[in-house]
């Protein structure tokens, strides 16, 4: 089987990835991930995926590497990982009770021969009405919200932030549509279910 890359040191991506029962290694990508002035959040997580993905080409010439970003985007402004948790929390007292838009985009490049398919899942995501103290209480017991777009961590504690989701792919709100990968898999060659 060709090699496959993850082209992300995001443990939620591998997790994800490994659901498809796959062998695959995690690499860093080199990527500076600052979203370009004007560019939408569609695109820049679109953008994201292929240069992290393109960035481990040398490194991983006959693989088949797969390249991932996420944008929250909240009354067009991009939300990226808060990083801290004084940001953690203005992220979230600015979406409480708003509806958030999710772009999860997907790059699967083909080393050996530069083919890449992409593709942009959009998940639309209804936040509850929320207290500061209820914030505090989300942030002390889910440290992880803090590496998670727009401070929300679905799958953990951050279900109870959550009204409702809006999504073609559930994969994509945490990060990976699997849904999207598998059909790029076999495209090129490599079937999941074999």
């Given at each position: 089987m060709t090699p496959l890359v993850l082209a992300s040191t995001s443990r939620f991506r591998r997790e994800l990835l490994a659901r498809l029962?796959?062998?695959?290694?995690?690499v860093a990508p080199v990527c500076d991930e600052t979203p370009l002035p004007g560019e939408s959040a569609a695109d820049t997580a679109s953008?994201?995926?292929?240069?992290?993905?393109?960035?481990?080409?040398?490194?991983?010439p006959q693989a088949l590497i797969?390249?991932?970003?996420?944008?929250?985007l909240l009354?067009?402004?991009?939300?990226?990982?808060?990083g801290t948790p004084e940001r953690a929390a203005a992220m979230l007292?600015?979406?409480a009770g708003r509806t958030l838009e999710f772009h999860t985009a997907l790059s699967l490049v083909n080393a050996a021969n530069g083919h890449e398919q992409r593709h942009t899942d959009i998940t639309r995501v209804r936040m509850r009405p929320l207290s500061d103290a209820q914030i505090q209480a989300y942030l002390a017991r889910e440290p992880d919200a803090l590496l998670c777009a727009g401070a929300a961590k679905s799958e953990g504690l951050g279900g109870a932030l959550i009204a409702g989701i809006d999504s073609s792919d559930?994969?994509?709100l945490i990060g990976l549509p699997?849904?999207?990968?598998?059909?790029?898999?076999?495209?090129e060659g490599v079937e999941v279910l074999a």
């Open positions: 029962g796959l062998p695959f290694i995690a953008r994201l995926a292929s240069v992290k993905a393109r960035s481990l080409i040398g490194a991983h797969i390249g991932s970003d996420q944008v929250a009354d067009g402004q991009q939300l990226g990982k808060p007292r600015a979406t559930p994969n994509a699997l849904f999207a990968l598998v059909d790029m898999l076999l495209a």
